[in-house]
């Protein structure tokens, strides 16, 4: 078969290709979507930049069609949107006036206002195309709609009077500016007026100018501008005169430190150095701190510059004053703030000053009836009635300081005894001795303390008033019978007056008080008393034993300390040891152990006998009682004893406080040190073997590891510490005999030297260590415990 004609057939008719089906009917992978079409075809618009074709216009008939056709486009968007849409006026206006046609330009312009005559735009380029044009007089009469509509507007007075200036109209240029200045327009509108003058000389219109600027807008910156305006005319005198004026105009309202620092700068600028001076200090006493930095700056800076050495010293002080002030005004509570600013004015001798601040620092009471608020304000009050008696020298001014701040403290709540104090001693500084005990009497009655009492009663001492002193005495104890300094120093006074009677009488009521805070303390003075009375020792016991049997002491072992050396001090050893005793019945403390062996261990010092001879007679000494002499046996007999107590004081710490390790050490040394004391009368072997037997009871010093908890319970690390380990203890450390033995082992391998063939060959040197293993076991102990002494901290 041949091939079809697709072709053409023989009678010329064309034959289409058969329509050929879609094997596959599933969507392919990219999807094309109208949306996508239609982007597509935006982006081919935007990108050819479709440009409207260029009209050609070649007869008057067809530029009228096109005229036509436009006004009718812009006259329907105009109808339809041009109420708020005003650039559809703008338009339509610059095509009129393209086509040279203003009337009807005019006439779109003057739609346009009636829309919106309060577009400023319609205005402006209203204007501007009748300036563009030179029709000056409809220009004009433009802008003098303009400015009568919106006179607030000033870009429309400015565009007025630079048409009147470029067409040279100066005199109606003025007439404009003064037009505008009946609206009282702002700082910038004066100023364009002012150099409008300028720019044609006439310097006398123009102070005419800043003379009503001034009278309308009385301000600072509109002062300091005229005062710059006569400076640069070179008239200082109308210059400083614009400043003089200003403060007088303005009043309080000139307290700005723009004013004040353009003062001082004209001052220094035509070179009146005192002038500025003043000025710098007068805006700065009169000026809020908080607002004059930039002035305190420019002051220092200025005094640097023209000022003296005490010129420097005042601006350095004015800076610290200012630095307090604003510490002050920040928290005028800050009592230590108002200390240091009172201590900087007190530096300066103006006692004026001083006194100011110290009433607004005493002004700042504290928030609350707490006491704690109070100790820091109430030295505000001393320091100033200090200040008013010792540096101003006004007694009545002080007296009258104290009297006011003791009428503020709150004396039902909480006193100062310090302030009455003070308060009084003035008055016996004055000679006013009454107006003293007044004074104090009162403290005494509102709100009683210690300290008052005791400085009222050495006052009166001081004064020799004695009935007055025990007076005072009598309503102290009233008021705090349990104090016992009180009841002491009642009884010393009476002793010092030999009035022993009163005294006695004194102890024994005190001592019979339910209450004391310090009773060991009046039960020794009384006993002291009665042996400085020469009673009889039989009554220091009975006082002693009445003073230790009280339920509550503070201080019992003072007592305990007392009536034992008063033991001693009779020679009574078997009274003594019965006390030691007892006391060790309540205690077991180390020290005490301590004690009794070295009174065990020592003859006890002979009683001092009374003098019965006169004066020049050797008194003869008596004869020591048994077991009290120096011979070796009444010695060795005390030591047998010390031995004891040393021995019971170690088996009761070990067996009754076994964590008390530190205390049973103490203990063992002095025991050493007791027994290479004894050998002045035992000899030198039994010394060393005593102390060799003491020394076996030595712990051992070891370093040990322990965890470390914190606050919540957790392990948070480890730590080093020491601890002692008795004889007693080894045994129950197998670890540490383990460890030893590896140690003596470590130490003979090293001792052997050599490898390991030489030691084979070495038949007598193995058996020099076999013997050391064997047969010398105590020395090895001794050398390992040499040994870890060196390693460690040796006890």
Request: hydrophobic letters at 40%.
């Amino acid at each position: 078969m041949s091939a079809p004609n697709v072709g053409g057939s023989a009678d010329g008719s064309v034959r289409l290709p058969k329509a050929m089906k879609v094997k596959n009917k599933q969507p392919a992978q990219r999807q094309i979507t109208a949306e996508q079409i239609l982007r597509e075809a935006k982006e081919i618009q935007l990108e050819d930049d479709f440009k409207a074709p260029k009209t050609i216009i070649t007869d008057p008939q067809e530029l009228a069609e096109y005229r036509l056709r436009k006004r009718k486009e812009f006259e329907d968007t105009a109808r339809r949107v041009g109420r708020w849409n005003h650039s559809i006026w703008i338009k339509y206006a610059h095509w009129e006036e393209s086509q040279k046609d203003f009337r009807r330009a005019r006439s779109v312009w003057e739609r346009a206002i009636d829309v919106d005559y309060t577009n400023t735009n319609f205005w402006l380029k209203y204007a501007e195309m009748e300036m563009r044009h030179r029709f000056v007089n409809h220009a004009r009469n433009v802008w003098d709609r303009a400015v009568s509509l919106l006179p607030r507007i000033d870009q429309l007075w400015y565009k007025y009077i630079h048409m009147e200036e470029m067409v040279k109209e100066t005199a109606k240029a003025r007439l404009i500016f003064d037009r505008w200045m009946a609206f009282e327009p702002d700082h910038a509108a004066w100023m364009a007026y002012i150099k409008f003058e300028l720019r044609y000389n006439e310097v006398d219109r123009a102070r005419a100018v800043f003379e009503r600027y001034c009278e309308v807008l009385p301000s600072v910156k509109a002062w300091v501008r005229y005062a710059k305006f006569e400076l640069q005319h070179n008239d200082v005198a109308r210059a400083r005169g614009c400043y003089e004026r200003a403060m007088e105009a303005l009043g309080e309202d000139c307290h700005v430190e723009e004013f004040f620092l353009r003062f001082a700068e004209f001052e220094e600028m035509v070179k009146e150095h005192e002038r500025a001076r003043a000025i710098y200090q007068y805006a700065l006493d009169h000026l809020p701190k908080a607002a004059a930095q930039e002035l305190y700056t420019r002051f220092v800076a200025f005094e640097k510059q023209h000022g003296s050495r005490e010129g420097i010293e005042d601006v350095v002080l004015s800076k610290r004053r200012f630095t307090y002030e604003q510490e002050i005004a920040a928290n005028p509570l800050n009592y230590d703030a108002w200390f240091d600013y009172v201590k900087l004015e007190e530096s300066t001798g103006n006692h004026e000053r001083i006194r100011e601040v110290y009433e607004r620092a005493v002004a700042n009471l504290p928030p609350g009836n707490e006491k704690r608020f109070w100790q820091r304000y109430i030295y505000l009050w001393i320091k100033y009635a200090l200040f008013e008696e010792l540096d101003a020298g006004d007694m009545d001014k002080a007296r009258e300081v104290y009297r006011t701040a003791l009428k503020l403290v709150p004396h039902s709540s909480f006193t100062f005894a310090k302030l009455w104090l003070l308060a009084a001693k003035l008055e016996v500084r004055a000679k006013r001795l009454p107006a003293a005990r007044k004074i104090l009497g009162l403290a005494l009655g509102s709100c009683p303390k210690g300290k008052l009492f005791k400085e009222y009663i050495q006052l009166e001492m001081t004064l020799g008033n004695i009935d007055r002193c025990r007076t005072l005495y009598e309503k102290y104890l009233e008021w705090n019978p349990a104090n016992a300094s009180a009841w002491l120093k009642y009884a010393e006074l009476e002793v010092a007056l030999a009035e022993a009677g009163r005294a006695r009488a004194l102890f024994e009521l005190a001592i019979s008080q339910p209450v004391l805070d310090m009773p060991e303390a009046l039960w020794k003075a009384y006993i002291d008393f009665e042996i400085a009375q020469g009673v009889h020792a039989v009554l220091y016991g009975a006082l002693f034993e009445l003073a230790i049997s009280q339920p509550v002491l503070d201080m019992p072992e003072a007592l305990w300390k007392a009536y034992i050396d008063f033991e001693i001090a009779q020679g009574n050893r078997e009274r003594t040891r019965l006390l030691y005793e007892r006391l060790l019945d309540r205690t077991k403390h180390v020290k005490v152990w301590l004690s009794l062996a070295k009174f065990e261990a020592e003859p006890l010092p002979q009683p001092e006998e009374e003098e019965e001879q006169q004066e020049g007679e050797e008194a003869q000494q008596r004869q020591p009682p048994p077991g009290e002499g120096a011979s070796p046996a009444e010695r060795e007999a005390r030591a047998v004893r010390a031995r004891g107590v040393y021995e019971r004081g170690l088996r009761a710490l070990r067996e009754g406080a076994p964590d008390a390790k530190e205390e049973a050490v103490m203990l063992l040394e002095a025991w050493r040190d007791f027994e290479a004391a004894c050998s002045d009368f035992r000899r030198r072997d039994e010394v060393a073997a005593a102390v060799t037997a003491v020394e076996r009871k030595m712990p051992r010093r070891i370093k040990r590891k322990r965890a470390i908890t914190n606050e919540a319970g957790l392990a948070s690390g480890m730590e080093e510490y020491y601890d002692y380990v008795f004889p007693e203890e080894a045994g129950a450390a197998p670890n540490l005999k383990l460890l030893e033995a590896a140690m003596r082992w470590k130490r003979q391998k090293l001792a052997g030297g050599g490898g390991e063939g030489e030691a084979a060959g070495d038949g007598e040197q193995q058996q020099q260590q076999q013997q050391q293993q064997d047969g010398d076991g105590q020395d090895e102990e001794q050398q390992q415990q040499q040994e870890e002494e060196e390693q460690e901290e040796e006890y």
